[in-house]
């Protein structure tokens, strides 16, 4: 209609511009139809092309999902495989470290049977072997060192201690071997010890003894303490008396004896003997000054009682001082012609020289001038026993025989002929003809020689070599009994 009406009125402006308006949105329709056809194909072809896609998509995954499916299932298979062979490993590793710690603690069964079962699951398993032969080593060990304590507990201590150094070269770290062995060896060196210090002390070596068992309580002042103490008091005590012998300073051996006694207070405070030591020391060297003065008296009285304490007092030279100064101060009587008091000293003087078995020349000795005595006193009867005694003590027939003296054989037999005859006059005169036969054999009378050495003096000489001052001092020709020298060589008497 529009278009008839613009034909009749082409001029009408509205008209046209209606009509091309219209035509304007019939295109604008058309466009939108078109528009719209275009968009609902695009739109189909976008859902076609996306359910391609999506069952593209549905295949591609589906496909992707069955291969992921077999890589997830290989890969968890993978994975459960290292784990459990992780869980394997760890199991083996704990009860390697379980067997380590078992044998490490001594515990050799449990530590084996873990081995055991390691060797099951991987016989090649790293340190099984080592492990196993260690195990061996350490039940070697064990077993030896329990036969090491069993051996100390015997007391066998050089057994123990060849073992347990033979385990402390091999392990040196094994249990306490090193601590063990330090123990035996310290044992050992002590009972060691103990053994010179008792073989010293039984042979009465007293200053030797007394060292050992320093050397012990220096080492370890309790093993055998109350054995170890009880001798070396002693062996102090012993030693104090030797000092006194052997030093012709009477100040310094009272000084090296005191050092022992000192020693000996300090073990024992309260040892009353030490008391009694100390004076009987003092009283010996006392002795000793008076017997040089020639203080015969103060000698006796001074030695008397020591000697009554110990009879082999100072290595004997107690005794030998006393005889001396009894046959001394006898002589002594004789010049003074109170010959009763000379016989009483004279057989003291035997009776001193008696108590020592070997003191045959001190017994002649004495019973000749006993028997001298006597025959000044004019008791011949009395002086015919000592000259008897002394003739027998100095084998005087066995002289004469030996030497083929008929002189001295048959002066004797006269001698013994009077007095069985009861003629004690005619065989003391006898008697006297013998001896003097006799000295004047030199060769057969029996002596040695000496160098004096520092500290000897004529009493200890005579004491050492059974021989009596006198002889020694009438051998050598010697001025002065108190004056003999370092290096001085002296003809000492030994038998008649």
Same mark, same amino acid.
């Given at each position: 209609?529009?278009?008839?009406?613009?034909?009749?009125?082409?001029?009408?402006?509205?008209?046209?511009?209606?009509?091309?308006?219209?035509?304007?949105?019939?295109?604008?329709?058309?466009?939108?139809?078109?528009?719209?056809?275009?968009?609902?194909?695009?739109?189909?072809?976008?859902?076609?092309?996306?359910?391609?896609?999506?069952?593209?998509?549905?295949?591609?995954?589906?496909?992707?999902?069955?291969?992921?499916?077999?890589?997830?299932?290989?890969?968890?298979?993978?994975?459960?495989?290292?784990?459990?062979?992780?869980?394997?490993?760890?199991?083996?590793?704990?009860?390697?470290?379980?067997?380590?710690?078992?044998?490490?603690?001594?515990?050799?069964?449990?530590?084996?049977?873990?081995?055991?079962?390691?060797?099951?699951?991987?016989?090649?398993?790293?340190?099984?072997?080592?492990?196993?032969?260690?195990?061996?080593?350490?039940?070697?060990?064990?077993?030896?060192?329990?036969?090491?304590?069993?051996?100390?507990?015997?007391?066998?201590?050089?057994?123990?201690?060849?073992?347990?150094?033979?385990?402390?070269?091999?392990?040196?770290?094994?249990?306490?071997?090193?601590?063990?062995?330090?123990?035996?060896?310290?044992?050992?060196?002590?009972?060691?010890?103990?053994?010179?210090?008792?073989?010293?002390?039984?042979?009465?070596?007293?200053?030797?003894?007394?060292?050992?068992?320093?050397?012990?309580?220096?080492?370890?002042?309790?093993?055998?303490?109350?054995?170890?103490?009880?001798?070396?008091?002693?062996?102090?005590?012993?030693?104090?008396?030797?000092?006194?012998?052997?030093?012709?300073?009477?100040?310094?051996?009272?000084?090296?004896?005191?050092?022992?006694?000192?020693?000996?207070?300090?073990?024992?405070?309260?040892? *009353?003997? !030490? +008391?009694?030591?100390? %004076?009987? $020391?003092?009283? /010996?060297?006392?002795?000793?000054?008076?017997?040089?003065?020639? #203080?015969?008296?103060?000698?006796?009285?001074?030695?008397?009682?020591?000697?009554?304490?110990?009879?082999?007092?100072?290595?004997?030279?107690?005794?030998?001082?006393?005889?001396?100064?009894?046959?001394?101060?006898?002589?002594?009587?004789?010049?003074?012609?109170?010959?009763?008091?000379?016989?009483?000293?004279?057989?003291?003087?035997?009776?001193?020289?008696?108590?020592?078995?070997?003191?045959?020349?001190?017994?002649?000795?004495?019973?000749?001038?006993?028997?001298?005595? *006597?025959? !000044? +006193?004019?008791?011949? %009867?009395? $002086?015919?026993? /000592?000259?008897?005694?002394?003739?027998?003590?100095?084998?005087? #027939?066995?002289?004469?025989?030996?030497?083929?003296?008929?002189?001295?054989?048959?002066?004797?037999?006269?001698?013994?002929?009077?007095?069985?005859?009861?003629?004690?006059?005619?065989?003391?005169?006898?008697?006297?003809?013998?001896?003097?036969?006799?000295?004047?054999?030199?060769?057969?009378?029996?002596?040695?020689?000496?160098?004096?050495?520092?500290?000897?003096?004529?009493?200890?000489?005579?004491?050492?070599?059974?021989?009596?001052?006198?002889?020694?001092?009438?051998?050598?020709? !010697?001025?002065?009994?108190?004056?003999?020298?370092?290096?001085?060589?002296?003809?000492?008497?030994?038998?008649?």
């Amino acid at each position: 209609m529009l278009e008839t009406l613009a034909a009749r009125y082409p001029l009408d402006r509205e008209l046209r511009n209606l009509r091309q308006e219209m035509q304007l949105r019939a295109q604008v329709d058309q466009d939108e139809k078109s528009d719209a056809m275009l968009a609902k194909r695009n739109r189909a072809r976008r859902i076609i092309t996306r359910l391609g896609l999506g069952v593209l998509a549905l295949g591609v995954g589906f496909w992707g999902l069955r291969v992921y499916s077999a890589w997830f299932q290989e890969q968890t298979q993978r994975v459960n495989q290292v784990i459990q062979h992780n869980l394997e490993a760890a199991e083996l590793a704990t009860l390697f470290r379980d067997a380590q710690s078992l044998l490490q603690a001594g515990r050799l069964e449990e530590s084996q049977m873990r081995l055991a079962a390691i060797a099951q699951q991987d016989p090649n398993y790293p340190g099984l072997q080592e492990m196993r032969a260690e195990i061996t080593q350490t039940a070697s060990l064990n077993a030896r060192y329990d036969q090491a304590m069993q051996l100390i507990q015997q007391g066998d201590w050089n057994e123990a201690g060849t073992m347990l150094k033979a385990l402390m070269t091999e392990a040196p770290n094994y249990r306490d071997v090193a601590v063990q062995f330090a123990s035996v060896d310290k044992v050992l060196t002590l009972s060691g010890l103990l053994l010179k210090a008792d073989a010293e002390f039984d042979a009465q070596h007293w200053t030797a003894a007394a060292a050992q068992f320093e050397s012990i309580r220096a080492l370890d002042s309790t093993y055998q303490s109350v054995h170890v103490e009880e001798r070396l008091f002693r062996s102090y005590v012993e030693s104090a008396k030797i000092a006194l012998v052997g030093e012709s300073d009477l100040l310094k051996a009272m000084g090296n004896a005191e050092a022992y006694f000192s020693k000996a207070l300090a073990l024992r405070p309260l040892d *009353e003997e !030490i +008391k009694t030591q100390r %004076e009987l $020391a003092r009283l /010996y060297l006392e002795a000793q000054s008076d017997y040089n003065a020639g #203080r015969w008296d103060e000698v006796i009285n001074d030695l008397e009682p020591v000697y009554a304490v110990d009879q082999e007092y100072a290595l004997g030279t107690t005794r030998q001082t006393l005889y001396e100064a009894y046959v001394a101060r006898g002589d002594d009587e004789v010049k003074g012609t109170a010959y009763d008091a000379a016989l009483s000293d004279y057989q003291r003087a035997i009776d001193l020289a008696k108590q020592k078995s070997d003191a045959v020349l001190r017994l002649y000795e004495v019973n000749l001038k006993a028997a001298d005595a *006597e025959r !000044i +006193k004019g008791n011949y %009867e009395g $002086a015919v026993p /000592y000259y008897r005694e002394a003739a027998e003590l100095g084998r005087l #027939r066995e002289r004469g025989l030996e030497a083929n003296n008929t002189g001295l054989i048959s002066t004797l037999d006269e001698a013994e002929k009077f007095a069985t005859a009861g003629n004690f006059g005619g065989a003391t005169e006898r008697y006297q003809a013998a001896f003097r036969i006799a000295d004047a054999d030199i060769s057969a009378q029996a002596t040695k020689k000496h160098v004096v050495q520092a500290g000897e003096y004529l009493i200890l000489l005579a004491s050492q070599n059974r021989s009596t001052v006198q002889a020694i001092v009438a051998a050598n020709n !010697i001025p002065d009994p108190r004056l003999i020298y370092v290096g001085q060589e002296l003809i000492i008497p030994v038998l008649p």
